[in-house]
């Protein structure tokens, strides 16, 4: 009875003392858990302290220069601004009837500057066939049909200038009021229908109501044109070089030539043809040099059809430089 009563009691305290340190294990557990809390939390105070304690504002000297810098990519801006729109043509306002005579006056000078050097059509309208019926356009296409003509004034120059030989195709942009409501109820104006050319070449003007403006918040704006002509290499060389040169900033975006497929011939002479090669003691190798009618011949000023995508960039002008205002919270 008694070794019974002992073994409930060592059985007993057995268990007291597996819940004793299973507590003493869970203690030590939170204890290690809040020193690790502790720090974490005295390591974000430090943090916040330090931050509390900074200031936040920055010094003079360093406004100062900020300020000049500024000021210098302010005017760094203004001046590539300005070089770049130097020589572009602007808008002109004026009345519709004044602008249908100065459209009339404008064509008949291109047709007379023409010359014997380059052939133009006497019925050529340059791309404002819609205008040589004598419609008036709205007031508020006035000043941009203005400016395109004399954009295409300036192409024409070039081209003249260059000597090419046929001016066969001009597209411009329409961006007129009726031919921009012909567009959005989908019946275009038959003015922009495809028009058969001398070289039976289909051009067609398209239609962009946004063509030439600067959209807000944009350095630059474009009008597209596509020119169809007839010239020699020298004068299509000198074209191009007429356009990089030009005051108005004009690219090249494509161009397609079409002409005599043996602008490149070659001549192989007989005794060449049949042995290009000598194998001298079976192992080395002698070429031999062709003579001077077996070589290619190219620059033969050929006459060539050319198509030319291009683009005249319309620069804004420069704003007004405001006084410079403070920083904010700067002292």
């Not at 809390?37 to 900074?54: F, G």
């Not at 490149?264 to 049949?274: G, I, L, P, T």
């Not at 062709?290 to 033969?300: F, H, L, S």
Request: with cysteine.
């Amino acid at each position: 009875m008694q070794s019974r009563r002992k073994l409930i009691i060592i059985f007993v305290a057995c268990i007291l003392a597996l819940l004793l340190v299973g507590a003493a294990t869970l203690m030590v557990r939170g204890f290690i858990q809040l020193q690790e809390v502790d720090t974490s939390l005295q390591n974000a105070s430090e943090t916040l302290t330090s931050l509390y304690v900074q200031n936040p504002f920055p010094s003079s000297g360093n406004l100062k220069l900020e300020r000049e810098n500024l000021k210098n990519i302010g005017e760094e801006l203004q001046s590539l601004q300005l070089a770049m729109a130097e020589g572009q043509v602007e808008p002109v306002a004026q009345s519709p009837a004044k602008c249908i005579t100065q459209f009339w006056e404008t064509r008949n000078s291109l047709l007379t500057r023409a010359g014997n050097a380059t052939k133009v059509d006497k019925a050529f309208d340059f791309g404002f066939g819609r205008h040589m019926k004598g419609d008036l356009p709205s007031i508020q296409d006035v000043p941009r049909i203005i400016q395109q003509l004399k954009i295409v004034e300036t192409l024409c120059g070039i081209l003249y200038a260059s000597k090419i030989s046929t001016l066969t195709g001009f597209v411009r942009q329409e961006f007129e009021s009726d031919a921009a409501l012909g567009v959005a109820s989908g019946k275009p104006p038959s003015a922009t229908g495809p028009v058969k050319t001398g070289a039976d070449i289909m051009v067609k003007n398209t239609v962009d109501p946004a063509a030439g403006l600067i959209p807000a918040g944009q350095l630059y704006g474009r009008w597209r044109f596509v020119l169809q002509f007839t010239a020699h290499e020298s004068a299509l060389m000198k074209v191009l070089n007429g356009f990089s040169s030009s005051p108005v900033f004009i690219v090249v975006t494509r161009m397609e030539i079409k002409g005599d497929e043996k602008v490149f011939d070659r001549k192989e002479a007989e005794a060449v043809a049949a042995k290009s090669a000598e194998i001298t003691d079976g192992a080395s190798i002698k070429e031999v040099v062709k003579p001077r009618d077996a070589r290619v011949v190219c620059g033969r000023d050929a006459l060539l059809n050319v198509k030319l995508e291009l683009e005249v960039y319309q620069f804004a002008k420069p704003q007004i430089n405001e006084p410079a205002r403070k920083l904010e919270g700067a002292k």
